[in-house]
């Protein structure tokens, strides 16, 4: 679990009150219909960072807590740690050090890595942030920038209401970061032959309240392991 706030009342206005909690989780989701010889998992670990914001609330601060999951898995008898997380938005120095919790946590391993997050950092336009650069100065590899180095890639972000009728994205922070040690993979062994974005379509279910699928768009990626 990432965070759970409390039963909390508040005001609609101008008399409608409500009381409201909320939980929210980062899950890693792993395909089942393969052969062990095929695709496996092990190790499932799951943390949340120590720093951390709060926030007022009419009962006090509430502390608001980002977190990250990870498996260790096998494709094809190669191994790899992927790491799913959220990092923080509010605070970029929070942030930055949930980012080297990171690094110094579940992704300290022998492993190659990778890492599916949104980073709330900005990898563009620039200047980029400095959680992005972080990483990137620790030797991660950004997938996006070697399939699409001209190109924009903007995921973040709608607006709140999702019913703008022209896409306001303008920002990539949506992110997959990979690091392979030189002890298990040769060099330059992560070369991504496909990376694409989601989330960008309307929904005709949801329309003509919402009208876009996700607030953010994700990435995705296939990449050879060898």
Request: hydrophobic share 35%.
């Amino acid at each position: 679990m990432q965070y759970a706030f409390p039963p909390t009342p508040g005001l609609i206005p101008p008399s409608n009150y409500i009381c409201a909690a909320v939980n929210d989780y980062n899950v890693v989701l792993a395909r089942t219909d393969l052969p062990e010889w095929v695709f496996s998992w092990t190790n499932p670990q799951s943390g949340q960072f120590t720093n951390r914001v709060a926030l007022p609330s009419p009962l006090g601060p509430i502390p608001l807590p980002r977190s990250w999951a990870s498996v260790d898995a096998e494709f094809f008898g190669q191994p790899f740690r992927f790491i799913d997380t959220h990092l923080e938005s509010f605070s970029s120095a929070i942030r930055e050090a949930q980012g080297g919790e990171l690094r110094a946590g579940p992704a300290n391993t022998s492993l190659p890595v990778i890492v599916a997050m949104d980073s709330n950092s900005q990898a563009f336009p620039l200047p980029r942030d400095a959680t992005y650069l972080d990483f990137i100065s620790a030797g991660y590899s950004d997938l996006w920038t070697q399939v699409f180095p001209s190109l924009p890639g903007f995921t973040c972000c709608q607006n709140e209401t999702d019913n703008n009728p022209v896409s306001e994205l303008s920002q990539r922070m949506d992110l997959i970061l990979t690091k392979a040690p030189s002890v298990h993979w040769e060099s330059g062994s992560w070369e991504p032959i496909l990376t694409a974005g989601y989330g960008m379509g309307y929904s005709p279910r949801t329309m003509p309240r919402w009208r876009w699928v996700l607030s953010s768009k994700g990435e995705c990626a296939k990449a050879p392991i060898r």
